[in-house]
């Protein structure tokens, strides 16, 4: 026999079968307001769909969300913005942006909105000059001049071998990253509370069922 709801789930390079299961607990009752199962075996694209799903049954309009990093995904924090929920999520590792081999990274660069242009450690201004797609959403490059780079004492922390000039890059909705990671500064001890709240029910069921996955 064959059961006509199983699927193939692809998740960090396997093939199994199963169910990518989503859940949301409330912190005042501690009940769980809202599940899913999705065939998506990233959680980066259901932080807005799980947060819509709890406001729509808790009747609260302006929530405020705590989820783990691999919700973490600036099209998904800039929908939530716009529908007026706040979402707590940490930035995962493969998200922060460092220099390598000790190089200055995009960090380092000071993005004034005002004139749309990127300032390096030593004052110096990046202009846009190009655009691209990534997956349907648009990014924008910003470059030094060669000369400015050429007569600069900090030339070799910022370039990378065989580079005249440095580029850095900003995805289009980037202030809502900068919007994100002050305001996780600010709230880091929210997440302690997240733990708490959301693993206990997975893994009450787990013991339940005698099972290590579920």
């Given at each position: 026999m064959v059961d006509a709801d199983a699927r193939l789930l692809r998740k960090s390079g396997k093939t199994v079968g199963g169910y990518n299961c989503r859940i949301a607990v409330d912190d005042r009752h501690k009940l769980i307001v809202a599940e899913d199962m999705v065939q998506d075996g990233s959680a980066s694209g259901q932080l807005e769909p799980m947060l819509t799903k709890s406001s729509e049954a808790t009747g609260t309009a302006r929530l405020i969300g705590l989820a783990d990093s691999s919700y973490f995904s600036g099209s998904q924090l800039r929908s939530c913005e716009e529908k007026g929920m706040e979402a707590y999520v940490p930035i995962p590792n493969h998200a922060i942006r460092r220099g390598k081999g000790g190089r200055f990274d995009s960090d380092?660069?000071?993005?004034?909105?005002?004139?749309?242009?990127?300032?390096?450690?030593?004052?110096q201004r990046l202009t846009r000059r190009r655009s691209?797609?990534?997956?349907?959403?648009?990014?924008?490059?910003?470059?030094?001049?060669?000369?400015?780079?050429?007569?600069?004492?900090?030339?070799?922390?910022?370039?990378?071998?065989?580079?005249?000039?440095?580029?850095?890059q900003r995805w289009e909705h980037e202030d809502v990253i900068d919007r994100h990671r002050k305001k996780m500064s600010a709230g880091a001890s929210l997440m302690r509370d997240r733990g708490?709240?959301?693993?206990?029910?997975f893994g009450?069921?787990?013991?339940?069922a005698g099972m290590t996955i579920f």
């Open positions: 380092d660069f000071r993005y004034d909105a005002q004139d749309g242009t990127y300032i390096c450690p030593t004052g691209f797609l990534n997956k349907g959403e648009l990014y924008f490059v910003y470059h030094s001049t060669a000369a400015d780079c050429r007569g600069c004492s900090l030339s070799q922390r910022c370039l990378a071998k065989g580079r005249s000039s440095r580029r850095v708490a709240l959301v693993e206990h029910p009450t069921l787990k013991r339940r």
